[in-house]
């Protein structure tokens, strides 16, 4: 599966995909981390600021086995931010804020390395260097896209499950996250198996498709 997911990529493709995702893993994952922490503060909750998580220092936020699939997958995770709901005015709407804050951030990120990606395509796409800075904030928006996808499922411990606590009652939700250590290894099997890959990708895709058609409009790219 793992040697799969390199297949189809030329020699300069798979050089620079593994960078971009090394990439991802030192600056986009800290950034996931610190808009939850961000957002937490500013709602009520200083626990992310006591625990040092209120800052961009990867080392505060990577994890080993997230930061492992990143970047031979292309899904992964790192270290959730602590928040104390009982310090938001509205504990579900802040619980809720906080989750989106993360996922919003690999969106406005994957939007950032689209637009440089348009100015690059600017350049003589003919000069190796061009294509493979273009290759790069392609693959960088690409996989922030698809760690928002990953993170909006509704699926404990990922953002999506703090979100679906708007959604259902307190009881069957608090009942869900007793097996939050047995549904996410589930998860992760099915991806590493292929399983949900597919339609992650499909997903991912999509919203990829949707920012790259709005940010091309002035560059005449549709």
Do not use: W
């Not at 992964?76 to 804050?101: C, E």
């Not at 698809?146 to 939700?173: E, K």
């Not at 009942?175 to 549904?183: A, D, Q, S, T, V």
């Not at 999509?206 to 709005?214: N, S």
């Amino acid at each position: 599966m793992l040697f799969n997911l390199f297949q189809g990529y030329s020699g300069i493709q798979l050089v620079v995909l593994l960078f971009a995702r090394v990439f991802i893993v030192f600056c986009c994952l800290p950034l996931h981390e610190y808009a939850h922490a961000l957002v937490a503060v500013k709602l009520g909750d200083n626990t992310p600021r006591a625990q040092g998580r209120l800052t961009i220092n990867p080392l505060a936020h990577l994890d080993l086995i997230g930061t492992l699939m990143i970047v031979f997958v292309g899904f992964g995770y790192a270290k959730p931010v602590s928040v104390n709901a009982r310090n938001f005015k509205n504990p579900k709407g802040g619980m809720a804020l906080t989750a989106l804050a993360g996922p919003v951030a690999n969106l406005i990120m994957a939007a950032v390395a689209i637009l440089l990606m348009n100015i690059t395509m600017l350049f003589d796409m003919s000069n190796v260097f061009v294509q493979a800075f273009s290759y790069f904030f392609s693959f960088a928006a690409t996989t922030n896209i698809g760690l928002a996808v990953f993170n909006l499922l509704p699926i404990p411990p990922l953002d999506g499950s703090r979100v679906l606590q708007l959604l259902i009652p307190d009881r069957y939700y608090y009942n869900f996250m007793k097996y939050e250590r047995y549904i996410i290894i589930v998860v992760f099997v099915l991806i590493l198996t292929g399983v949900l890959t597919a339609p992650l990708s499909f997903l991912g895709g999509l919203i990829y498709k949707g920012l790259a058609y709005l940010i091309g409009l002035p560059f005449g790219n549709v």
